[in-house]
């Protein structure tokens, strides 16, 4: 009688089992994105303000020592320059006259240089290239813990009014973005 039992409950959990719907395992996928932004930054080594004391109209004005510029990102980058023309004075690109400034900028080793137009910085920013703002070296796609030199030029203008007289001071900005 207990075999008898035995095999009628193990018929009973058979036919239970083979009673049960089996399912495939289930899949789904997800998609995942990221976004990896490089690290734009840079130290800068001005030795201080450039102060080019009293100068007669006409000079041309050459900075001692370059602006050194190190690239601390996280990869390449492109320098842009610009600077902010004073009060009484208007910023040019060509050869200066009354009331008007030229400041140029290179990025060059030793800043022996034949200096132009190209080098011309204006109150907007502009991405230094191999045809801008270039010496023996560019401010262009410059690989991470590069040190640049950019040297300064300063043509003042022909003659000034009273209102472009006195004490100027150019502020210079220097801008990095990925390359």
């Known amino acids: 009688m207990k075999m008898k039992m035995l095999l009628m409950v193990l018929a009973g959990v058979m036919i239970s089992f083979c009673g049960v719907n089996a399912f495939a395992a289930g899949s789904a996928t997800v998609d995942v994105t990221v976004s990896i ?11 201080g303000p450039i102060t080019l004391g009293v100068q007669t109209v006409g000079s041309q004005l050459y900075a001692g020592a370059p602006i050194k510029v190190t690239n601390t990102g996280t990869g390449p980058q492109t320098y842009y320059l610009s600077m902010t023309a004073p009060a009484g004075w208007t910023s040019v ?84 973005a990925a390359a």
């Open 37 to 47: 932004a490089q690290s734009i930054d840079f130290t800068l080594d001005a030795g």
């Open 93 to 176: 690109t060509g050869t200066p006259g009354v009331d008007q400034f030229r400041m140029d900028a290179a990025f060059d080793a030793d800043g022996t240089l034949t200096w132009g137009t190209a080098n011309a910085m204006t109150t907007t920013a502009v991405a230094a290239s191999v045809s801008q703002f270039a010496g023996d070296a560019t401010g262009n796609n410059i690989a991470r813990n590069i040190q640049s030199k950019i040297w300064v030029r300063l043509v003042l203008p022909t003659s000034v009014t009273t209102s472009g007289s006195g004490a100027k001071t150019i502020v210079m900005t220097i801008t990095a």
